[in-house]
Every structure is written in C-alpha cells, then in structure tokens.
C-alpha cells in the first residue's frame, strides 16, 4: 500500500510540475513578436531610372535589374525618353522580374535640338516625381541612371531618410569621388571636379529623399539647365538646412556608389539578310539597335 500511495505522490509531482512548464511556456511564447516578413516592415523604396534608346540600353538595364533585384519592397519606375514605348524595353523589364512601372518622357523638342549639352533624363525624372506625388505616400525615392553602379547595401541605408540623405559618389574621372566634406561629424562643404556656384554640387547617385518631404514641397522639380540638375531640384525642396540632411555611407567614409560610365557604342550594322535570312539571327537582330 505505502508503494501505490508513493508512486501515486510521484505522479502526482510529475504531472503538476509538466503542468506548470507547459503553461509557462505558452506564455514564453505569446510574449515573443509575431515573426514579419521584412518586406512588410521596410518602408517602400521608389527608384527613379531615365533610359533612352541606345545600343547599351537593354545591358545596361539588365545590369541594374539584376542589382535591384535583391532589394525587397522597391518599385522601380523606369522612364525611357522616347515617343513610343519599347517592347524590347518590357520583354527585359518583365524577365528581371522587379516590381516596376514603365513611363514615356520626351525631352522637349527644344533641348533635343540643341547643340550644347542636353539636360538629360530630365523629363524623365520629373515624370517620376509626377508619379510619386499621386501614387505615394511613404517611403524614400532614389534617382538610379540606368548606367551606375549601385551597392546593395546604399538602398537599405537610404529606405529610413526622414528628409534628404547624402553619401560620396565614386567617379571614374582624375577626381575620384564627388562627396559632402564632412568634419566633425558636420558637412563643411562638398568635395566635387566642379562646384560651377552651386548650393548643392552633388552627383545625382549621391542623394535620396523621402516622399513625405516631397508632399511637403509641392513645387521641387528638376530644372531643364545641364550641370545643375541636382543643384536645381535640391533647392527645390527649400527650405533645407545642410544641418538636416542625413550622413550615410559610415558618415562619407565609403564608396557604395559609382558614376559610372559606359563607353559609348556605334549601332550595330544592319544585318545581311541575303546570308542569315534563315538562320537564329534574324530572331537575335530584334534585340540589338541596329543603323
Ligand atoms: N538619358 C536620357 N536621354 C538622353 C540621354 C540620357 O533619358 O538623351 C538618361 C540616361 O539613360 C541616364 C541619364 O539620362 O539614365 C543620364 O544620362 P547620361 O548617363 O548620358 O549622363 P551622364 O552620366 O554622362 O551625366
Ligand atoms: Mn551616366
């Protein structure tokens, strides 16, 4: 009998002590965050791309495609300065497979015809803000040319801009880099091959801004004036104090983006359809941009 009572006490024990762990632990658990999906938490990231018909133009895209590609919650508005829209442009917009929005903006006839420098992927650009302000309400938007070179990491750094971020730009000239020039821990002026009276001589890789702001600013666009571009649409957003614009890239300390720029390319000659008119080529000359 004393060995059934005292199996019975151990039971007993057993049972309530699995009890009480069980219920600690469920509420263990219901004090741990629901995991979230990052994309649901990120705030949404708007890249503004110009892009005009060239023979580097479907590289080019594809290289910054594939980039984009690994930043979640971005929505890439690609704006080809043209008249017509590009299949060729889509079918390689839909195999990268980013989010993307696809808008014709012409420059005006009268800077085409110009002899001097053109303002380009202006009226490219002023589309994407266009777009933001009626489609937008959160979020940061980026100006990405479609022939730079972007570190993934500058997109995660620029997703939390409140007003206006800046970071160094690496150039491929004798100047090496364009940058704010920051001394303890305050921009005391920027470091660029040309400064030409501009309030803001910054490339225009170097800067992003957020869509609040812009809501805030209803008349910032980008002027039609070649060289200052970033200078014109910065002042735009006035008032903006150098004492707000937010530091990244580890304070202007890294490069984690480039002006690059890619040799300019004849078109390729027309193809000789007596010779290949049944061969895989005829298919292949659709995407090239031909004389
Ligand atoms: N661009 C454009 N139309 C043009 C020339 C350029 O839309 O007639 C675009 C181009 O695709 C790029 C941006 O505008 O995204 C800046 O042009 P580019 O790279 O030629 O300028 P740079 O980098 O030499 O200042
Ligand atoms: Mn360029």
New binding site residues.
């Given amino acids: 009998m004393a060995v059934a009572k005292s199996i019975k006490m151990y039971l007993t024990i057993f049972v309530a002590t699995t009890c009480i762990y069980m219920v600690l632990y469920q509420y263990h658990l219901s004090r741990q965050p629901i995991p979230q999906p990052e994309y649901i938490v990120k705030p949404p990231l708007y890249i503004i ?4 018909r ?1 023979a580097e ?1 479907l590289a ?1 895209l594809t290289r910054l495609g594939y980039t984009l590609k690994h930043v979640v919650n971005l929505l890439w508005l690609v ?3 043209a008249n017509q829209t590009s299949p060729l442009v889509i079918h390689t917009l839909n195999r990268i497979g980013v989010p993307y929005e696809y808008f014709l ?1 012409p ?1 005006p006839e009268e800077y ?1 015809k110009a002899k001097k420098t ?1 303002p ?6 002023n589309r994407g803000l266009e777009y933001i302000r009626a489609n937008a309400t959160s979020g940061v938007f980026y100006f ?5 070179t972007y570190d993934i990491s500058i997109f995660e750094q620029m997703r939390y801009t409140k007003k206006v971020s800046m970071w160094p730009v690496g150039l491929v000239t004798q100047f090496g880099v364009s940058s704010p020039i920051i001394r303890e821990g305050k921009i005391k002026g920027f470091y660029d091959g040309w400064i030409g009276g501009r309030k803001f001589p910054v490339d ?1 890789a170097g800067f992003a801004v957020s869509v609040k702001f812009l809501h805030e600013r209803p008349n910032a666009k980008m002027p039609f004036k070649p060289g200052y571009e970033e200078d014109g649409f910065l002042k735009s957003l006035a008032p903006l104090n150098l004492t707000e614009i937010e530091l990244l890239a580890s304070n202007c300390t890294e490069i984690l983006t480039w ?1 690059t ?2 040799k300019k390319n004849a078109n390729a000659a027309a193809l000789n359809v007596s010779t290949y008119g049944d061969t895989n080529l005829v298919e292949l000359n659709k995407f090239l941009v031909r004389t």
Avoid: C, L, Y
């Fill in positions: 791309t110009p892009t005009f060239r133009q080019e704006i080809e300065d903006a420059m085409k053109k380009r992927g202006v009226s490219n650009r990405a040319d479609d022939d730079n225009m002006h720029q890619t």
